[in-house]
């Protein structure tokens, strides 16, 4: 079973949800659980995990370099370029690194053969485990601008579809294209939803790309509840979401993280309702 | 020489365009033929390399004088390396926008 965690607006408890499913699930005996960060831009799960980091690799994309002797200027690249990352001036043609998305159509399309393809280092990968949980993250090199590309090569490296097993995608904030990227063939999405304007503002956000526009299964978590989720919960019901799990906020709980430890290691009474959700969602899918 | 005034609309009264990559059209004005043409921008919607792509498709009108506001860093390299010479102008209609960039061009 391959579960996001995602929630539109950061600061919600993404990564806490997610380091503690996979703590829940490792201790009740799932087999294999494997917690991918995907917040590529920062990182963070490493921090509450503490795993040892064996394998560690770069990766990029594809980006053009044109061959000014062999390109007769025609500007077949530039036309088919929908990432705008080719600009023909007459003269020679321009390369934008940063806006190509690396999808090798002005290589493959070129009459003149006159384009090859050199990589575009954006960040790093790497793999370990913490204990009986394997990890791997994704880390964008400051000042790049595409996050998905890397997103997409950690799934491609570590993720694996298991029938018995658990993978916890951990999605970057926002409602953009790299949360669309984390989501991605997830058999369930948890969207974690701190009750304020802000957060309900952004789990609309989140609930349109990720159930309206991809058809994502998508329910919630309320985090930081203090009781007065009334809005939340109105949202919820208006728009058929399911509320898995509420819980609270708690400046023992808050301390905790602050320092780097888990939800579970202040709270162990945490640990059966979140295997309950685990049950939950897999009782969904055999039903479904 | 083709002068283009980055616009918000498709008339000489409309308003200089905020961002360049983003303006919805240029109004490309000819010296030689005294003519003018509506070009409209097709990225002037889109999240990202409108830049650049605003940069090319005054390249391909044969544009050698811009008047407009903030060009980014990855237009500003495609129009001045294509040849492209700027008239910062802001805050007024494309028409002043025009008399500006021609007033300057003959200092």
Known sequence: MIVAVASGKGGTGKTTLAVSLALAAARAGVEPVTLLDLDAEAPNAALLLDPVLEERRTTGIPVPEVDAVRCDHCGECVRLCRAHALADIGTSVLVFPDLCIGCGVCTAWCPQRAIREVDHVLGTLEAGRAGPIAFAQAQLDPGRAQPAPLIRALKAWKMRASPTGLTLLDAPPGASCSVMEAARGADHVLLVAEPSVFGLHDLGKAVGALRDAMGLDVSVVINQSVGRDDAILRFCEENALAVRLVLPFEREIAAAYAEGRSLLEVRPACEAPLVELLLQLRTKEQLA | ?107
Request: aromatic share 6%; charged share 20%.
């Open chain 2, 1 to 107: 020489m083709k002068i283009a005034v980055a616009s918000n609309g498709p008339h000489w009264s409309s308003d200089v365009a905020d961002v360049f990559g983003r303006s919805p059209y240029f109004l490309v004005f000819d010296e030689e033929a005294g003519s003018a043409q509506v070009v409209a921008n097709p990225g002037a919607g889109i999240t990202s390399g409108s830049g650049v792509g605003a940069a090319q498709l005054l390249l391909d009108h044969g544009v050698d004088l811009l008047a407009a506001p903030k060009v980014g860093p990855q237009a500003h390299k495609v129009l001045s390396e294509g040849g492209v010479r700027f008239c910062f102008c802001k805050g007024m209609q494309a028409r002043a926008a025009l008399k500006e960039a021609r007033r300057e061009e003959t200092v």
